[in-house]
């Protein structure tokens, strides 16, 4: 057993290295355990040359180690230094197996057996977990990986790839790359390949059946040597060629063994982080975590909370966060003086919402927010703007138009603006401040970490954004009174895309509102389902039954994954005899509904073609993940020439790539919907995006601001596949030079082979492209606008599905 | 409907301008907006030509045929734009779409434009070359017109949800199976097989192109000897067979699908050099009229 310490830092990423400098400097005993034989593992095994962004930039750094932009080598190589210069304390190869004890004398035992004892313990482990090892003879030798970050990095190799998870697949399929000209095998220990996606094996069962790879099944490395692998296969031993194995033998998650100490999560879902407290400590006395395990994935937020907590540690109390001008910024333009941590405490104790948010989380939120005072009468938005961010009163009331001189107060501590966080939808109501007041408008991603990490806010959010959702829904007729029974315990249902809530010809009254996502309508006529109609978020249906008391004439289905609120129709029934002007409203929807429906049956007899087709598409549509698309290219091929102009147009719009696919993508009667963005209400490629650079901007455009790091998140999350991971090629010669006189590459994309030219050795960051709708460029969309013979065009499914449409047809 | 938002766009925004809920081709666009304009000039030309009276008769030189000339130079002279307009990507609000209706029937008007300014004295010379010219560029584009309205959908039914690059990927993924499957074969019957492994997809030339007819196509060879053949692993033979026959409809796709975007572009290369020709001719039509009439 070696000295005790006063802290020991586990991980020596730039969050643990930042806290290890600064108790060195500080002059505390300290030891920094790294599992590997270099420091900062993560970004050491970044492929070779890659530029590490600085982000976010209005954030100082606070450290004792030096970390600016630069390729991956340089931050290295500065970070070995720092260590060294500031006499950081290492101890290499100590990955750590155990932790017991309690505050002031923790013992910590490695995986090799040594046992360090310290009075605290800041957890700087990140989120990657331990990449689980392969275990046959050989298996330490350099030349086994395990990830690839750069296929490319590969090239006329023989690689074999172990393990046939998602992870295995696509490293190989990755590598396997035609132009790399590499040898590649796959191996897996069992017949099939039940781990991985369906979509992965296809594609891998395809590329063996294309002499790419070859797959063996049921076969095991056996032994490792430079250069060569003996397999284990069912027919006996055999040696192949091999310079790289990649292992992908899954990883155990960091959180089992955090929470092996007894250190508690907010929640048991997959997003929640370890409960902590303004100085990070855990629910364990002694017990810190920072960084990436804290919940931040940026470098600079991580090396400034190593320092934090060494200083917090070392009992200095007046330290104030590396934010702290950042909030008191946020803060200076409100009428009343009161410090960073007065405001702070000022609307956490008045904003129901807040309630349970820790100081720390308060902090964070807050840098995500804006904080303004608003003169009684003044707009904080109008009805129809987009814009997905909530806004709590502080201070003051607000006031909604719910209809031509109808207003609605909300009061002080509530929040508005909810409808738009949850259903992506644009603003229902105009809001204007009802006296002097002020408002806190949370940033959608903001609000939707502090749902994920703190039950009670989230709790709140949904009661009255079902309450809200409810009274807008019924016209302003009904009170919160009315809705009291049903928002108390809300029958709230997940339907997935595709599923049938009501089919025609059921019983039942009970009334849905869609909450999230959207549903099709669709009726039988003559044995053939016909499409009627698409609800988009906040309609409701059900309705016509509990009026009429017949059964369903119609089914309705999610286009997308959706949520719906089920109302029991005895209570629905309750409410429209309480209120008359409810039962008005209603019964002119349905009265409007039923005059649509029949309109379409009538067509059906005199035109059936033209409603088939109708129907055909719009199911065609749905199936294409439109049913979510607030605004999406479809090219009509019966005028498309395949001049590619659009994209050509696209790519000279914007720095020099193309965001669209013009070609690829599915077709049904001539409507081509090509691999482009669909700007969807839910966007999946915000759901995790470190910088958080991803918005929703006025015209509902899903754009990306600077500040990408490349982690490619969003791309994996497109489910539509929309997103590339590119660098901007280099400046092309003029349009009129390239006409005058043939030089350069003329209108699009430069192919890659001339950007290749013009750039050299030099190899640029990749980061995220996607579409932007053309934002800022006031022409609109460039792919519609250079369209030569009107192919072209951008709409939202229900413009495009409207009823004038199939009047139009059959006309 | 009972709708919470209604997401009509309650702003028009600049990007309304170029919003549009359904698709409509070049030659309908704005309810043939173009073709009354360009028809009314037409028209206008052909009445007007009529009611004056010129002395001694039509023709180029007189203030009428002036006129006609100078308007049929600028047309010419705008047509030609359009090549620039379609690759030059500002940023103000304009609609290609608009750019080639107002192409296609002005163009078209140029017939007449052109033509009642000759006051139909044709002969020999530099200005009925600049004439002629014109004629062909507005015959060239007429096929041009032809093509991109009936030859879309053509296009679209053959590739069939693939793109250019999966064909040609499908055919290479052949070839490398076929290669595998040919092993077994005698050499006799593996030698037609590597003619067809061999086989550029692109080769051919542009009659083949055009035509879509490939007379000396090393698969459809390959798969002529190979039915023909008994010798041998009779299995190999029927597998490699097989497979020829899906490489052969895999490269009859791409083949169409070549030939289709051919046609539709292959009158380009006559429509664009012969505008430039046609400038050129106009050039020296206009210089010869004003230094030696």
């Not at chain 1, 919907?673 to 700007?679: E, G």
């Not at chain 2, 990007?15 to 359904?22: K, S």
């Amino acid at each position: 057993m070696s000295e005790p310490v006063k802290v020991a830092i586990i991980g020596s990423g730039p969050a643990g290295l930042s806290a290890a400098s600064r108790a060195a400097q500080l002059g505390l005993s300290h030891i920094l355990l790294e599992k590997t034989d270099h420091l900062s593992d993560t970004i050491f095994k970044y492929q070779k040359g890659k530029r590490v962004l600085a982000t976010p930039e209005r954030l100082d750094l606070r450290s004792d180690c030096r970390f600016a932009e630069g390729a991956r080598e340089y931050i290295l190589g500065n970070w070995d230094e720092d260590a060294a210069n500031n006499k950081v304390n290492v101890a290499y190869h100590a990955e750590v197996a155990e932790v017991t004890g309690a505050k002031g004398a923790f013992a910590i035992k490695t995986a090799k057996g040594d046992v360090y004892t310290a009075e605290n313990i800041v957890l700087a482990i990140g989120t990657q977990g331990n990449p689980n090892r392969m275990r046959c003879e050989g298996a330490d030798l350099p030349h086994i990986i395990y990830q690839v970050d750069d296929p490319e990095d590969f090239k006329d190799r023989h690689i074999t790839v172990v393990g046939s998870g998602d992870a295995g697949i696509e490293n190989a399929l990755g590598v396997a790359e035609e132009a790399l000209e590499n040898t590649v095998t796959i191996l897996n220990r069992s017949k099939d390949f039940a781990r991985a996606k369906a979509k992965n094996v296809s594609d891998m069962t395809e590329a063996g059946e294309n002499g790419f790879m070859s797959i063996r099944t049921e076969t095991q490395p056996k032994k490792v040597e430079p250069g060569w692998l003996t397999l284990e296969t069912p027919t006996g031993e055999e040696r192949i060629e091999c310079d790289v194995i990649v292992a992908r033998l899954g990883s155990v998650a960091p959180r089992g063994f955090v929470e092996s100490m007894g250190i508690e999560f907010t929640g048991p879902d997959r997003e929640a982080f370890p409960k902590l407290s303004p100085t990070f400590e855990t629910t364990v006395p002694g017990i810190y975590v920072i960084g990436a395990l804290a919940g931040y994935p940026l470098i600079k937020h991580c090396m400034n909370q190593g320092y934090d907590v060494v200083e917090f540690l070392n009992g200095n109390k007046a330290l104030t966060p590396a934010d702290e001008k950042d909030l008191a910024a946020i803060f200076a333009g409100l009428p009343q003086q009161k410090s960073v941590s007065e405001w702070l405490e000022y609307l956490r104790t008045r904003i129901r919402i807040f309630a349970d948010v820790s100081p720390l989380q308060m902090r964070e939120f807050m840098l995500d927010s804006k904080v303004a005072f608003y003169r009684k009468g003044d707009v904080v938005f109008e009805k129809g703007e987009p814009g997905s961010s909530l806004f709590a009163i502080a201070d003051g009331f607000a006031e909604v138009e719910v209809g031509p001189s109808v207003t609605v107060s909300i009061e002080q501590g509530s929040i508005f603006g909810e409808v738009g966080l949850i259903s992506g939808r644009k603003r229902g109501a105009t809001i204007r401040a009802g006296e002097d007041s002020i408002f806190v408008e949370v940033s959608r991603t903001a609000a939707l970490k502090l749902m994920a990490a703190v039950p009670g806010a989230k709790r709140v959010i949904n009661r009255i954004s079902l309450e809200r959702q409810l009274l807008q829904i019924f016209k302003g007729g009904l009170t919160v009174e009315d809705l009291e029974p049903i928002v108390e315990d809300p029958a709230i249902e997940r339907v997935p895309a595709g599923k049938v809530v009501l089919a025609e010809g059921d019983e039942g009254d009970d009334v849905y509102v869609i909450r999230s996502g959207s549903m099709v309508v669709e009726k039988d006529i003559g044995g053939k389902p016909i499409f009627l109609r698409y609800l988009p978020a906040g309609s409701f249906f059900g309705e016509m039954a509990v009026l009429s008391g017949e059964k369903r004439n119609a089914t309705v289905k999610a286009a997308v994954a959706s949520e719906v609120i089920r109302l029991k129709g005895e209570q629905f029934k309750a409410m429209l005899a309480k209120r008359p002007q409810v039962r008005e409203a209603t019964e002119a929807a349905v009265a409007e509904r039923a005059a649509m429906n029949s309109f379409i049956e009538s067509r059906k007899a005199s035109y059936s073609s033209a409603v088939d087709l109708y129907s055909d598409t719009a199911s065609f549509i749905m199936k294409e993940g439109l049913g979510e698309a607030t605004d999406a290219l479809l090219i009509d091929e019966n005028l498309c020439v395949g001049c590619d102009n659009c994209e050509k147009a696209c790519a000279d719009s914007h720095e020099g790539l193309s965001r669209l696919d013009r070609e690829a993508g599915k077709t049904f009667a001539h409507l081509h919907v090509p691999t482009s963005c669909r700007h969807c209400e839910h966007p999946h490629c915000m759901a995790d995006c470190p910088p958080n650079v991803i918005h929703r901007g006025p015209d509902g455009e899903v754009f990306m601001e600077p500040g990408c790091i490349g982690c490619g998140n969003c791309m994996r999350n497109c489910p539509y596949g929309v997103i590339r991971m590119e660098a901007a090629p280099p400046e092309k010669p003029s349009l009129l030079r390239w006409l005058l006189t043939g030089f350069g590459p003329g209108p699009g994309e430069p192919s890659p082979k001339w950007t290749k030219k013009q750039l050299g050795d030099e190899k640029p960051k990749k980061i995220a492209v996607k579409c932007d709708m053309c934002k800022g460029i006031s022409g609109g969309p460039a792919c519609v606008r250079a369209c030569p013979t009107g192919a072209a065009i951008r709409v939202s499914p229900e413009e495009f599905l409207s009823i004038a449409r199939l009047q139009e047809d059959a006309d | 409907m009972a709708s919470l938002f209604p997401r009509r766009r309650t702003k028009a925004t600049q990007t309304e301008r170029v919003r549009e809920r359904r698709h409509e081709g070049f030659l309908r666009y704005a309810g043939f907006r173009w073709a009354k304009i360009s028809g009314g000039l037409c028209l206008f030309i052909i009445v007007s030509y009529a009611l004056v009276d010129v002395t001694p008769r039509h023709n180029g030189g007189s203030w009428y045929g002036y006129t006609l000339g100078t308007i049929g130079a600028a047309l010419i002279l705008w047509l030609t734009a359009l090549g620039y307009r379609k690759r030059k990507m500002t940023s103000d609000y304009w609609s290609l779409k608009a750019w080639t209706s107002a192409h296609v029937y002005l163009g078209l008007s140029l017939i007449v434009v052109g033509t009642w300014h000759t006051g139909f004295q044709l002969g020999w010379n530099v200005h009925t070359l600049a004439w002629a010219l014109m004629m062909l560029v507005i015959l060239s584009g007429l096929y041009g017109v032809i093509v991109y309205a009936t030859l879309p959908a053509a296009l679209s039914n053959n590739r069939d949800e693939m793109t250019q690059m999966q064909m040609l990927e499908a055919i290479r993924a052949f070839d490398r199976q076929l290669h595998s499957a040919a092993q077994p074969l005698t050499p006799a019957d593996t030698a037609p097989v590597l003619a067809a492994l061999d086989e550029d997809p692109f080769a051919g030339g542009v009659a083949a192109r055009l035509s879509g007819r490939y007379p000396n196509c090393a698969t459809a060879a390959a798969l002529r000897t190979l039915s023909a053949s008994n010798g041998g692993d009779c299995e190999a033979r029927e597998k490699v067979v097989g497979l020829l026959k899906q490489k052969e409809a895999a490269l009859t796709r791409l083949r169409r699908h070549l030939r289709i975007r051919a046609l539709l572009e292959i009158w380009l290369y006559v429509h664009v050099p012969l505008t430039f020709a046609l400038i050129a001719a106009l050039s020296a039509h206009i210089i010869s009229v004003f230094f030696y009439w």
